[in-house]
């Protein structure tokens, strides 16, 4: 289910009205938003192969802390919504005694890291391959209202220029018209760069 509803979509189309098109609207968002999970640099939640910006549940798999503080571990998805549990293990067997308890980490939900606390006696996490595991909840709710327009914006756009999908120009009565290629506009990318995740490099 995307994100962004169909009649916030219909907003930034005024040309339609009635639900007569909210089943294409409705797919066409959840396109837009697995798009633009992909450019944040979101893996695919627990439920699907299809990435979201939904608030999903995901199992991440993280090699290491942070490169100069070893009380910190960046994770992949962000902003945090819950975290249910966390294991440093570099034999990958994420046993009771591998466990990160609740109250020895704290959680910046916003930048994404589960930080150990000062004066905590706990396994803390470890540098191995798949080392560190957590299970929590991702995403993002209509409160990210900068992240809402992003979307609406460029699935308007694609809503727009289906009839030039996969063309580069059309002539007619010896007139010529140029079309842009229907990729991320920079105005939504502006807006998604803070969002994006520190370990996308592209």
């Known amino acids: 289910m995307p994100l962004v509803t169909t009649d916030i979509l219909k907003e930034y ?8 098109s909210d089943t294409e609207l409705s797919d066409l968002l959840d396109r837009v938003e ?26 991440l798999y993280i090699d290491s802390y942070m490169y100069d503080n070893i009380s910190v571990l960046p994770l992949p998805v962000r902003p945090v919504v819950t975290i249910t ?9 994420y046993g009771a005694d591998t ?18 606390k000062t004066n905590t006696s706990t396994v803390g996490f470890t540098n191995a391959y798949r080392g560190n595991k ?3 909840t991702f995403g993002f709710t209509l409160f990210h209202k ?13 809503h727009r220029a289906k009839s030039s999908q ?3 120009s059309n002539t007619l009565r010896g007139a010529t018209t140029s079309y842009l290629p229907n990729t991320i506009p920079q105005e939504v990318k502006e807006i ?6 520190s370990f996308v490099i592209i």
């Open 192 to 197: 998604l760069y803070p969002y994006r995740n």
């Open 34 to 59: 697995a798009a633009i999970a992909r450019f944040l640099g979101f893996p695919a939640p627990d439920s699907s192969v299809t990435k979201t910006l939904a608030v999903a549940t995901y199992t």
């Open 146 to 158: 900068d992240l809402v327009h992003a979307v609406c914006v460029y699935a308007s756009q694609l």
């Open 13 to 20: 189309l005024p040309e339609i009205s009635g639900t007569g």
């Open 134 to 136: 957590v299970v929590g």
């Open 99 to 116: 466990e990160v308890k609740a109250d020895e980490y704290e959680i910046d939900k916003q930048q994404g890291l589960l930080i150990i």
């Open 166 to 168: 996969g063309k580069k």
């Open 85 to 93: 549990s966390v294991h440093a293990d570099p034999d990958r067997e």
